[in-house]
Structure formats: structure tokens, C-alpha cells
């Protein structure tokens, strides 16, 4: 009976043991950066990529080693977009889920527009930025300093949500999980 006992426990805890020979689980690369395809726009979508603007016109990225960056590029691509000017709200929640920035921008189709009225209690009219016509769609572009800030200053590792809407049309936003690390390597 005793026999019985210490062979239960024994068939217990060596049940987590591996043979020798066993090679385990696969190990998990040290960097993985999943991309975002570069596909038409048929619903607004968010596309991200470090310091160099002109590669949001390919595959935006999820994972960004924010010591070794500037800033993020971010791209709001929405189908259509109303004439005059859009107001888009983009909001950065850090990874335990408080707000941790909000920029508030206004975009035009027409290049002839380069300020629009005060708004959100300014007492000074806003620069226009420039909407990006991109396949089947525009592309509404927005940069976030990361050089030098509290992102570097004071970072914070994980996963980071970005959301951004367009004012008048909040059915129209996007969100996109993006994981700021700290790791060099």
C-alpha cells in the first residue's frame, strides 16, 4: 500500500519531466515584427512605421524597440473622407489602459486649405495637414515624437493601443495594438 503511494506521487511530479533526448518546445525568436499587408482601403484601418514617413506606403509595423527610434509615423487610411476639412481624434492608451496622449488634427483634400477656424477652446486657428490619396482611399498621416520624450525618458515596455476617429463620423476609427519594447538587441 505504501509501495502504491510513493509510486502515485513519483508518476505525479515526474510527470512534468521531459526525457533527455527531448528537444522541447520550438524556441521563440528573440524579435518578431508582424506586418501589416499593404492592401486596398475598404474600412479605416491603422498603419504604423518608425522615423521614416515614406514607408507608409508599404506594410506598417506592431513592435518598435523605442529606445532606437524618433518618432512614430501614424496613418489613419479611410476610404472617403467628407470635402473641406476632417477633424481626426488620436488617442494613445498606454499598456495598463489609461489615456496617455490625444492629438487632435485637421486634414483637407484640397491643398488650397491651410488653416481651419479655433476649436477645442484655442484662440488660434489650426494648420491643415494634407490628405494623402492612396489606393482607394486617403491616407490621413500624423506623427508622434518618441526622441527624447517620456516614451524614452520614462518607457514603459508593452503592448500600447492606438485609436483614431474622425470627429463627425466616429463610425469611421481604427485601433491598432503595437508593443513599444525596450530591448536593444
Known amino acids: 500500500m505504501r509501495l502504491r503511494g510513493v509510486l502515485g506521487v513519483v508518476l505525479l511530479l515526474g510527470g512534468g519531466c ?3 533526448t527531448d528537444p522541447g518546445p520550438a524556441p521563440v525568436p ?9 492592401a486596398p482601403v475598404n474600412m479605416p484601418s491603422l498603419k504604423i512605421v518608425a522615423d521614416d514617413p515614406r514607408m507608409l506606403s508599404g ?8 529606445m532606437t527610434i524618433n518618432n512614430l509615423n501614424v496613418r489613419l487610411q479611410t476610404p472617403s473622407l467628407a470635402p473641406n476639412v476632417t477633424w481626426v481624434t488620436l488617442n494613445i492608451y498606454a499598456p495598463a489602459g489609461g489615456l496617455y496622449q490625444t492629438q487632435h488634427l485637421v486634414y483637407s483634400t484640397d491643398p488650397t486649405v491651410k ?21 482607394d482611399g486617403f491616407g490621413l498621416d500624423s506623427v508622434v515624437l518618441v526622441g527624447g520624450t517620456n516614451f524614452q525618458r ?17 463610425e469611421i476609427h481604427a485601433e491598432l495594438m503595437v508593443e513599444l519594447s525596450t530591448v536593444m538587441q
Open 115 to 135: 488653416q481651419a477656424p479655433a476649436k477645442f477652446g484655442s484662440d488660434h486657428p489650426f494648420d491643415v495637414l494634407p490628405a494623402v490619396k492612396i489606393e
Open 30 to 38: 528573440a524579435q518578431t515584427e508582424p506586418a501589416q499587408p499593404a
Open 59 to 66: 506594410p506598417g509595423s506592431t513592435l518598435f524597440k523605442v
Open 154 to 170: 520614462r518607457p514603459i515596455p508593452g503592448l500600447w493601443k492606438f485609436s483614431a476617429a474622425l470627429d463627425d463620423k466616429p
Open 18 to 20: 521531459r526525457n533527455s
